[in-house]
């Protein structure tokens, strides 16, 4: 089988590189940064990744300068493409304007570039570049910021992008992709439907023995994974759990359990968790701590759950649905960096990974690849066009505080004012800091605040440049609606009433983008409780993106009128209705698409 090699250096998009190429028609596989150049024999080509080093970081990735004389095409990317040059005797310097997000490319008449347009939107992620190129290389394409943005040394088949060809955002990247495949000379007969069959062999092969125990939250990873493993082994060696941990959405763990029943599926239990889970949430603020907290309570539960259904705990191994961007965020692959860590990536489930006792037949995929692998299973669509929704749920949307606010520097202040003024807009830093994701690696910033326009193109020119010239914000929100009074940093935990009170906005907000007929039309759609009060009721934030496997989005448009009769539903809110509506115009990067 003729197959692609991609090389990694701990990216975010390292996964996404291969399953690109295998969606373009050839197989593809990930190998570790120190594999020995004979690894490379069985392939055509081989692509390096991104990551979050600086090459001339201690300890920076890199990996053995033999696969130069292989005589493969080899593509750089991002990284990848600072250090092949770096390897090969050019110079990467620190870049004068660190750029995230799109930008425009352009390209040269070079067969990398065949059928690629003029002013081709690319997504870029970095901060240092490429300044002299090693010996044999030449400029094939550039950005107005970054003059070596594709390079190629044509008697080698060396090529090297500074941008992401494989995110969706890159308009055309999939093009420039399969250029590279044809450098290589594939053929493109690669099919997916293959991998329905290899995953329940896998799953037989690896569950032999043993039966298998499934937390079903209801959404669509964990259903694939329940009907993927109901398929493979039979639903006497699998049972299902769903625990209502009080951080579901409104009436979410009923409906689920209707849902499941009239699929069929009656190998499914429902346990109320929720006072577990805010006990030990109580007092916590720092998300990361929440996560790590919710996560292990998932395992206490369960346990207790195998206990009193009288199980024998080592007959029974744990399946998860975990996709594959879960894996990579929490910094599960060699390299990468932790950008969070998610509830099945704590360390009781590490714990039994090691003893081989977890078995995740999603974690290869993204999330677009379960719906279609649940296409494939016959799952309803309705169900698997359901929006993601993170297992640690609201308990991630609801932003706590011990309510003395953290106000920016001075001069960040200044900078923002003047970058807006100049735009004939206002706005300000919150005293409030959210999280983010930066040249592959994860950020604690300020978000900003812009008012004054109800024009997105210019929000989305003014989000951009802020966040590129100011370091201190790592988010925009345009103030859609408000009402008077200055924004007052608030004290806030993960409890009930606060939970609630998000619960109620979110089923509003979620109910605004049904009527509108929008659903379908954006990825995902959270809605934040920030720890702030303006005129003395609660704040939030819509955060609707459009995305295809949630590793890059971009924040999708909405109607202002959906945006103005929403803003009047959130005024039957219990104690006094809303004080503000932030809209969060925030690619990902330099964002990621949850707020915690
Ligand atoms: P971010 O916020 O990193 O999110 O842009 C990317 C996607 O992952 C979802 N997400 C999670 N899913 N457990 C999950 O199952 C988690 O802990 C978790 N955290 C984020 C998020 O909703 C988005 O779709």
Redesign the pocket.
């Known amino acids: 089988m003729e197959k692609i090699a991609v090389v990694d250096f701990g990216g975010q998009y390292t996964h996404l590189i291969a399953r690109r190429i295998r969606q373009l028609g050839v197989y593809s596989e990930v190998l570790p940064s120190h594999a020995k150049p004979e690894e490379f024999k069985a392939f055509m080509g081989v692509i390096f990744s991104g990551g979050p080093s600086s090459v001339y970081a201690e300890g920076s990735p890199t990996c053995d300068a033999g696969i130069f004389e292989l005589g493969l095409p080899v593509l750089g990317i991002c990284y990848g493409h600072q250090l092949m040059n770096h390897l090969l005797g050019g110079v990467v310097k620190r870049g004068l304007v660190h750029e995230f997000g799109p930008a425009a490319l352009h390209p040269q008449n070079h067969p990398l570039f065949k059928d690629v347009s003029p002013d081709s939107i690319v997504w870029m992620s970095h901060g240092d570049e490429v300044s002299t190129f090693a010996s044999g290389f030449r400029t094939i394409g550039s950005t107005d910021d970054c003059v070596n943005a594709a390079v190629a040394d044509d008697a080698r088949k060396f090529y090297g992008l500074q941008f992401h060809p494989e995110v969706t955002h890159s308009a055309e990247g999939d093009r420039i992709l399969r250029n590279f495949l044809s450098l290589c000379g594939c053929a493109f007969d690669w099919n997916m439907d293959y991998y329905v069959q290899t995953l329940q062999a896998q799953i037989r092969k690896q569950c032999e023995g043993k039966k298998v125990f499934l937390l079903v939250?209801g959404?669509v990873?964990s259903t694939v994974a329940f009907e993927l493993l109901n398929r493979a082994l039979g639903p006497d060696r699998v049972l299902g759990l769903h625990i209502d941990n009080g951080l579901m959405r409104k009436g979410e763990s009923a409906a689920v359990l209707d849902f499941m029943h009239a699929q069929g599926f009656d190998n499914l239990k429902i346990k109320d968790a929720t006072d577990t889970f805010l006990a030990n949430l109580r007092g916590v603020l720092e998300p990361e701590a929440k996560?790590k907290i919710i996560?292990e309570t998932f395992l206490t539960v369960k346990d207790a759950a195998i206990a009193e259904l009288n199980l024998n705990p080592a007959e029974w191994m744990l399946a998860q649905?975990?996709?594959y961007?879960?894996t990579i965020?929490s910094g599960g692959t060699a390299h990468a960096a932790v950008?969070?860590?998610?509830?099945?990536r704590v360390q009781g489930i590490l714990d039994l990974m090691a003893q081989g006792m977890v078995v995740e037949p999603l974690a290869e995929l993204y999330?677009d690849e379960v719906r279609e692998l649940g296409r494939r299973l016959e799952i309803p669509d309705p169900l698997l066009d359901r929006h993601?929704?993170?297992?640690?749920g609201l308990g991630?949307r609801l932003l706590c505080s011990d309510g003395k606010g953290d106000p920016a520097a001075e001069k960040d202040s200044a900078a923002i004012k003047e970058i807006l003024a100049a735009r004939g807009l206002s706005g300000e830093i919150l005293p409030i800091k959210s999280?983010g994701?930066q040249g592959d690696a994860r950020t604690y910033a300020h978000p900003g605040l812009v008012r004054g326009t109800r024009d997105w193109k210019l929000a989305d020119e003014t989000a951009t440049l802020v966040l590129n010239r100011v370091r201190a914000v790592n988010r925009i929100m345009l103030e859609t609606h408000a009402v008077e009074g200055a924004y007052a940093p608030v004290a806030r935990e993960c409890e009930r009433n606060a939970l609630d009170l998000l619960r109620e906005a979110d089923a509003l907000c979620t109910a605004a983008l049904q009527k509108a007929d929008l659903y379908s039309a954006v990825?995902?759609m959270?809605v934040v409780l920030l720890p702030l009060l303006k005129g003395g009721k609660p704040v939030f934030v819509l955060r609707p993106v459009s995305?295809s496997e949630?590793?890059t989005?971009r924040f999708a448009e909405l109607p202002f009128a959906v945006l103005d009769t929403l803003w009047k539903d959130l005024q039957a809110l219990p104690n006094g209705g809303a004080g503000a509506l932030l809209y969060d115009v925030t690619h990902?990067p330099p964002?990621?698409?949850?707020?915690?």
Do not use: C, L, Y
């Open positions: 939250s959404g990873d996560r996560g649905g975990t996709i961007p879960d965020e950008i969070k860590t998610h509830h099945n999330k993601p929704f993170p297992g640690p991630v999280v994701v990825w995902q959270p995305s949630a590793m989005a990902k964002g990621t698409i949850e707020w915690e």
